[in-house]
């Protein structure tokens, strides 16, 4: 699967993700759901858009609230696990 500026892998398990990743994702939302981010390893950043930028270090996590434009920054190799409805489009609305 191929997500601009990420590079890294992805593996989908029913409603959860989890990836190994490092790069900018670009700007995006969701409009029906929240979005859940877990750190295993590394460093994430999510930039949000009108409000301060959101750092997680490893057994830290963060919830979008659905409607929020965002964009997930990683400077360093990182393992996250993301919680999100089952055929919910990675990309945004």
Request: avoid cysteine; hydrophobic fraction near 40%.
């Amino acid at each position: 699967m191929e997500y601009p500026g990420l590079q890294g892998d992805r593996h989908r398990a029913g409603s959860s993700t989890w990836s190994v990743m490092q790069g900018e994702f670009h700007w995006y939302k969701h409009d029906e759901q929240d979005e859940f981010f877990f750190v295993l390893d590394g460093l994430f950043r999510i930039e949000l858009n009108g409000a301060d930028t959101v750092e997680l270090g490893p057994r830290q996590a963060f919830t979008v609230p659905a409607k929020m434009l965002h964009r997930p920054v990683v400077p360093v190799r990182s393992a996250v696990l993301m919680i999100e409805k089952a055929g919910v489009v990675a990309t945004g609305d």
